[in-house]
């Protein structure tokens, strides 16, 4: 988390600066600041919250610089406040970082008995002392290199220097940096969305690289100190659409936006002339695999986890689902017939990446899902099948979770399909009944009314269950996750059959619990279950599809039918009322909807 920028120009970059910060602010926004040379000193502006509360000041500033850099925090060491703001500065050098220096308490020790003082709580702020004390004895590229290697722990540094006002020093160790190339300046960004806006040539550095970059030249360097060439990538030029449109909120707009997303992935996937998925180079064979591994965090752990009932109904595969942070520490066995697919939005979550990395390590075959293509987890991995739904810029993931699950889905056709475990018509069938999926997620979303109108329940609650069987079992971990996660209130997802082995004593009166139940096999035995948390108190509503029978329940509070697909694309449609009602509530609660509390989009610290 946290984002960084830097810019060397031939005009003031305070403004520059500030744009593309309110771009990096999905990655944190406890505070946010910006530093410039002006005059032979380091001008700092920064503030608690939001990059809002800084642009008054940046634009009332009298001093601005040809040079800067800028920060939004998501805060690890010390409190979100004025003082822990980035950048943090000596009169020598003021720095911006993302990511976390393990090392701080040894470092910082050593250097207060050498006579240094701290003005802050962070971590990032060693380097700033130990860059200014190694540039006493060493030019710039010495001092970096030297300083580098003293720190254990990721960084994306962004390092700006009284004395060499000409120049800006970028770094990354685990967090990701992109160096960008604009017309008389040059530019560093957490990632390429906070350029897109200035420049679509971009050079991502690798881990252990760093630059010296100056604004018509940019020097990268290895870790050792040695120059490097980097390739310089074009981006696609298409404009990102940033904006909310009509919608109230980017959660909004992009739940709605699903059967146009849905739609654009289907589109790359299938071949619309033969109907056959288009996964072209898929480098395994049938022979070369006979496990699989599924690894994320989060809501992409969730769509992971659906995808482990999809393997095991379609394929003969052995499937595991793992949570990466979990995974990456394990003593794993690393088989040559194992295949591990690692799902994140971003491309950048710490512990996916470090989870792929050991993979890589253990010479294991590795694909990966992603959203962001340009991203680290898609750069490492063998083989990468992006998603394809676009910017995803609430903290919240809505689309970019139906997009994973939509790959998923498609990659175990395509593996069932070359393990022969599938025949020909029920390949067809299901490549048919995926291109219905657009129209009924489009007719699902008019559940919207129903579900607002209930979700006051729900933020007036004390808490609440999310329950399910079978693959509308992670749907409710993900419903449980939304609810969570915007409105702040306790929500659980649990397995419906599991109630009784304890969470049963939960329910009590008036607690509101949703029953994920489509007419498939569990559906009888949910009903069970439904019909027990109903007998003690609880106010279920039952998410279902609609169906030629309807059976009535008497004490249910509520129900809501989604459209009817077939059965293994029901956790698309089941999830549209689940997004919903986590926005409603947090609507009602008046709680910020695309940045909840403590939370940032791209977790790059683990
Ligand atoms: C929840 C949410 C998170 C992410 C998780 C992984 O709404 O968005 O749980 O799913 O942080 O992020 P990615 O997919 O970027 O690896």
Same mark, same amino acid.
């Given at each position: 988390?946290?984002?960084?920028?830097?810019?060397?120009?031939?005009? @003031?970059?305070?403004?520059?600066?500030?744009?593309?910060?309110?771009?990096? =602010?999905?990655?944190?926004?406890?505070?946010?600041? &910006?530093?410039?040379?002006?005059?032979?000193?380091?001008? =700092?502006?920064?503030? %608690?919250?939001?990059?809002?509360?800084?642009?008054?000041?940046?634009?009332?500033?009298?001093?601005?610089?040809?040079?800067?850099?800028?920060? #939004?925090?998501?805060?690890?060491?010390?409190?979100?406040?004025?003082? *822990?703001?980035? @950048?943090?500065?000596? =009169?020598?050098?003021?720095?911006?970082?993302?990511?976390?220096?393990?090392? !701080?308490?040894?470092?910082?020790?050593?250097?207060?008995?050498?006579?240094?003082?701290?003005?802050?709580?962070?971590?990032? %702020?060693?380097?700033?002392?130990?860059?200014?004390?190694? &540039?006493?004895?060493?030019?710039?590229?010495?001092?970096?290199?030297?300083?580098?290697?003293?720190?254990?722990?990721?960084?994306?540094?962004?390092?700006?220097?009284?004395?060499? +006002?000409?120049?800006?020093?970028?770094?990354?160790?685990?967090?990701?940096?992109?160096?960008?190339?604009? @017309?008389? =300046?040059?530019?560093?960004?957490?990632?390429?969305?906070? &350029?897109?806006?200035?420049? *679509?040539?971009?050079?991502?550095?690798?881990?252990?690289?760093?630059?010296?970059?100056?604004?018509?030249?940019?020097?990268?360097?290895?870790?050792?100190? !040695?120059?490097?060439?980097?390739?310089?990538?074009?981006?696609?030029?298409?404009?990102?659409?940033? *904006?909310?449109?009509?919608?109230?909120?980017?959660?909004?707009?992009?739940?709605?936006?699903? @059967?146009?997303?849905? *739609?654009?992935?289907?589109?790359?996937?299938?071949?619309?002339?033969?109907?056959?998925?288009?996964?072209?180079?898929? +480098?395994?064979?049938?022979?070369?695999?006979?496990?699989?591994?599924?690894?994320?965090?989060?809501?992409?752990?969730?769509?992971?986890?659906?995808?482990?009932?999809?393997?095991?109904?379609?394929?003969?595969?052995? #499937?595991?689902?793992?949570?990466?942070?979990?995974?990456?520490?394990?003593?794993?066995?690393?088989?040559?017939?194992?295949?591990? #697919?690692? !799902?994140?939005?971003?491309?950048?979550?710490?512990?996916?990446?470090?989870?792929?990395?050991?993979?890589n390590k253990n010479k294991m075959k590795t694909c990966a899902i992603v959203n962001v293509v340009e991203s680290s987890i898609a750069r490492d991995a063998q083989f990468v099948l992006p998603i394809h739904c676009g910017q995803e810029i609430g903290v919240a993931s809505t689309k970019a979770f139906l997009g994973q699950m939509l790959v998923l889905y498609l990659i175990t056709l395509k593996i069932s399909k070359i393990r022969n475990e599938i025949n020909d018509l029920q390949y067809a069938n299901k490549i048919c009944q995926l291109k219905e999926l657009p129209e009924l997620i489009l007719k699902t979303l008019k559940t919207e009314t129903k579900i607002s109108s209930l979700s006051e329940t729900f933020s007036n609650a004390k808490g609440s269950m999310f329950l399910g069987r079978g693959h509308s079992y992670p749907v409710a971990l993900e419903g449980a996750l939304k609810l969570k996660e915007l409105s702040y209130i306790h929500a659980e997802g649990y397995p419906a059959g599991e109630m009784k082995h304890g969470p049963l004593a939960l329910i009590e009166e008036g607690m509101p619990v949703v029953v994920i139940a489509p007419r498939d096999d569990h559906y009888e035995k949910t009903m069970s279950n439904m019909q027990e948390v109903i007998a003690r108190g609880a106010k279920v509503l039952l998410i279902t599809n609609k169906s030629s029978d309807e059976i009535k329940f008497d004490n249910l509070w509520e129900k809501i039918e989604v459209e009817t697909s077939s059965i293994d694309l029901m956790p698309f449609l089941l999830t549209i009322p689940l997004q919903n009602l986590a926005y409603y509530s947090a609507l009602t609660l008046g709680h910020d909807i695309d940045k909840p509390r403590n939370l940032a989009k791209s977790v790059t610290v683990e």
């Open positions: 988390m946290c984002g960084i920028i830097g810019i060397s120009s031939n005009k @003031p970059v305070s403004t520059i600066i500030l744009n593309s910060l309110k771009k990096l =602010e999905y990655r944190g926004y406890d505070s946010a600041g &910006l530093a410039t040379i002006h005059k032979g000193f380091i001008n =700092e502006i920064k503030c %608690e919250g939001r990059v809002n509360n800084l642009e008054k000041n940046v634009l009332t500033s009298k001093s601005d610089g040809l040079i800067g850099i800028g920060h #939004v925090r998501w805060a690890t060491h010390g409190a979100a406040n004025t003082i *822990n703001a980035h @950048p943090h500065s000596s =009169e020598k050098v003021s720095v911006v970082h993302n990511g976390i220096i393990e090392n !701080v308490t040894i470092l910082k020790k050593h250097l207060i008995n050498n006579g240094h003082k701290f003005k802050s709580q962070t971590d990032t %702020e060693v380097i700033v002392h130990l860059i200014t004390e190694y &540039l006493k004895t060493n030019n710039i590229k010495n001092t970096i290199t030297k300083v580098l290697n003293k720190l254990h722990g990721s960084f994306a540094l962004g390092i700006i220097f009284t004395d060499h +006002p000409d120049l800006l020093v970028g770094a990354r160790r685990g967090s990701p940096l992109a160096v960008g190339y604009g @017309p008389n =300046e040059n530019y560093l960004g957490s990632d390429s969305y906070a &350029l897109k806006s200035m420049t *679509n040539k971009i050079t991502y550095l690798d881990d252990g690289d760093f630059c010296i970059l100056r604004k018509d030249k940019v020097d990268f360097y290895n870790s050792e100190g !040695v120059i490097i060439n980097k390739k310089i990538l074009e981006l696609s030029k298409e404009d990102i659409d940033i *904006n909310k449109g009509d919608f109230k909120h980017f959660m909004a707009k992009e739940i709605a936006e699903q @059967p146009n997303t849905i *739609n654009a992935c289907i589109k790359e996937y299938i071949n619309k002339l033969n109907n056959e998925l288009s996964i072209f180079n898929f +480098p395994w064979k049938k022979e070369d695999f006979n496990k699989i591994i599924l690894i994320g965090c989060g809501t992409a752990y969730h769509a992971c986890v659906i995808a482990k009932y999809w393997f095991e109904k379609l394929t003969n595969l052995e #499937v595991d689902v793992d949570i990466a942070s979990e995974f990456r520490y394990r003593n794993n066995r690393f088989r040559k017939d194992n295949l591990y #697919v690692f !799902v994140s939005q971003s491309g950048e979550t710490a512990d996916t990446h470090a989870a792929l990395d050991l993979c």
